[in-house]
């Protein structure tokens, strides 16, 4: 089995980092536990460092992405491991994680069922994300926000620019690797109720999670974004135009404002997804002249 790194981000989890850390070096193989104690005020790195964990700190409190960061920075194998550390996710599943990473997976994320102990509101907004997000990439996305996920470390390395420091990384980084071509795939998990207290605010974050699908979905496929927009506007311009020649005889100022708006916003998306290719076409070149 390949080696790997397991990355936990944890602030203030001291009731439940011990033990996640014993149960992932007694279950796995992994060459080291990384925990990114991100500006913790209990003793998460405390007892972290005694369960055999390897440190790493940030001074003050970054945010879930930011320590993600942190962790990728300093892993020391090829393969990284990303779990949470409030007990949720089973140290048990990462043999199967590994496994889609051995058979030529890039990204490996472990999907929620619906048996999971998330709410019913929260179950909704996900599986919103997961179709928006399936829509924008052109593949199923089975669950665009777990924490629970395997990944090639050069790889995620390259899209670290990207990830924002919040809780929606998982977004972020899930899309750019549809967007980059690599391979992605699900596996189904069972996750745990949460032990302690939540560090997500759920409207605050649920909107965080929808404007990044969108800042994703335009430097991913801007076109499937703003070709929709242009032809219900031209649309809607159309049959007002229709309506006032059949009643009136006339051409009026509203259809001619919403036929231009049509059009600027269809060359936006054109120009957008031209600009897109072009960036990504440019870390293509840029991978193949360091393999050479």
Do not use: W
Not at 185 to 203: F, M, Q, T
């Amino acid at each position: 089995m390949l080696g790997f790194s397991v990355v936990i981000p944890a602030k203030n989890e001291s009731a439940t980092i011990g033990r996640l850390v014993s149960q992932i070096l007694e279950n796995t193989t992994c060459s080291e536990v990384i925990v990114v104690d991100d500006g913790s005020s209990d003793s998460t790195a405390e007892i972290a460092l005694e369960a055999g964990a390897r440190v790493l700190a940030h001074p003050y409190p970054k945010g879930n992405g930011a320590a993600i960061k942190t962790g990728a920075r300093g892993a020391s194998m090829d393969v990284l491991i990303f779990m949470d550390a409030d007990g949720q996710h089973d140290p048990r599943d990462i043999p199967v994680l590994i496994e889609k990473i051995e058979s030529g997976y890039d990204l490996v994320v472990g999907a929620r069922g619906a048996v999971s102990q998330a709410s019913l509101g929260r179950r909704l907004a996900n599986g919103f994300y997961n179709k928006l997000a399936s829509y924008m990439t052109g593949h199923r996305v089975a669950d665009l926000t777990s924490g629970f996920r395997a990944v090639r470390k050069d790889k995620f390395i390259e899209f670290l620019h990207l990830l924002p420091n919040g809780f929606s990384y998982p977004t972020t980084s899930t899309m750019a690797f549809f967007r980059a071509g690599y391979s992605v795939c699900y596996v189904p998990i069972l996750v745990h109720a949460r032990k302690g207290e939540s560090h997500i605010r759920p409207v605050q974050d649920g909107i965080r999670f929808l404007l990044i699908i969108f800042k994703i979905g335009t430097l991913y496929s801007p076109l499937k974004l703003f070709f929709p927009l242009a032809v219900s506007i031209f649309s809607t311009g159309l049959g007002y135009y229709i309506y006032t020649y059949l009643t009136a005889s006339r051409f009026t100022n509203m259809s001619a404002l919403m036929f231009t708006t049509a059009l600027t916003i269809f060359m936006v998306g054109l120009v957008s997804e031209q600009i897109t290719s072009l960036m990504y076409s440019g870390r293509t070149h840029s991978d193949s002249r360091r393999q050479k």
